[in-house]
T-cell receptor, first 115, second 114 residues
Framework: DSGVTQTPKHLITATGQRVTLRCSPR?????VYWYQQSLDQGLQFLIQ???????AKGNILERFSAQQFPDLHSELNLSSLELGDSALYFC??????????????FGPGTRLTVL | LAKTTQPISMDSYEGQEVNITCSHN???????ITWYQQFPSQGPRFIIQ???TKVTNEVASLFIPADRKSSTLSLPRVSLSDTAVYYC???????????????FGTGTRLLVSP
């Protein structure tokens, strides 16, 4: 158990819908990262927040957005869902911002299926 | 941004040493290289991290040459439970924003046989 929790574990929805994925980081960790893992794209970095502020942005679509709240939990919002958005979405947390020694601890993931 | 590449798969036998290499041509000056292990339907798990030369912990070693354009994860004596996918992760600094983009390697599927 990494100490990172993600809800829900599974999510099945239809194209065009909007969903929210939730992540609670390990106690004491200030950074939260979101990743997408699909069969054809591998692990893709989406976005990182550090202590409530956006820190780094990867291949995140405009239909996707995220935020980190004052209690440090984070939410990833996916809207206008398409079939290709079906994937495993992982959240990870770390103590500090990336760039230096910074081990990330990954949650169990949310499996999103878009029908 | 250059792609971070790894061999797609490797086969080994129990007790052997396994070396997995990752190529990362555009690594930023102050970025670290991290390796993760992933089992099916689980999140990646940290193995080892380094900046240059050699790092060793209780489960693996990481070799990084002087130019840092590649790194090699070494698993000294693999067992059946080491069958998993191994990823390298490096940070790539975006010159126009100063932000970092984290890039996972393409992943290496290691199969350990008895």
């Amino acid at each position: 158990d990494s100490g990172v929790t993600q809800t829900p574990k599974h999510l099945i929805t239809a194209t065009g819908q909007r969903v929210t994925l939730r992540c609670s980081p390990r106690s004491g960790d200030l950074s939260v990262y979101w990743y997408q893992q699909s069969l054809d794209q591998g692990l893709q970095f989406l976005i990182q927040y550090y202590n409530g502020e956006e820190r780094a942005k990867g291949n995140i679509l405009e239909r996707f957005s995220a935020q980190q709240f004052p209690d440090l939990h984070s939410e990833l919002n996916l809207s206008s869902l398409e079939l290709g958005d079906s994937a495993l979405y992982f959240c990870a947390s770390s103590v500090g911002p990336s760039g230096g020694p910074n081990e990330q601890f990954f949650g169990p993931g949310t499996r999103l299926t878009v029908l | 941004l250059a792609k971070t590449t790894q061999p797609i798969s490797m086969d080994s036998y129990e007790g052997q040493e396994v070396n997995i290499t990752c190529s990362h041509n555009n690594i930023a000056t102050n970025d670290y290289i991290t390796w993760y292990q992933q089992f099916p339907s689980q999140g990646p798990r940290f193995i080892i991290q380094g900046y240059k030369t050699k790092v060793t912990n209780e489960v693996a070693s990481l070799f990084i040459p002087a130019d840092r354009k590649s790194s090699t994860l070494s698993l000294p004596r693999v067992s059946l439970s080491d069958t998993a996918v191994y990823y390298c992760l490096v940070g790539q600094r975006l010159l126009n924003t100063g932000f970092q983009k984290l890039v996972f390697g393409t992943g290496t599927r290691l199969l350990v046989s008895p």
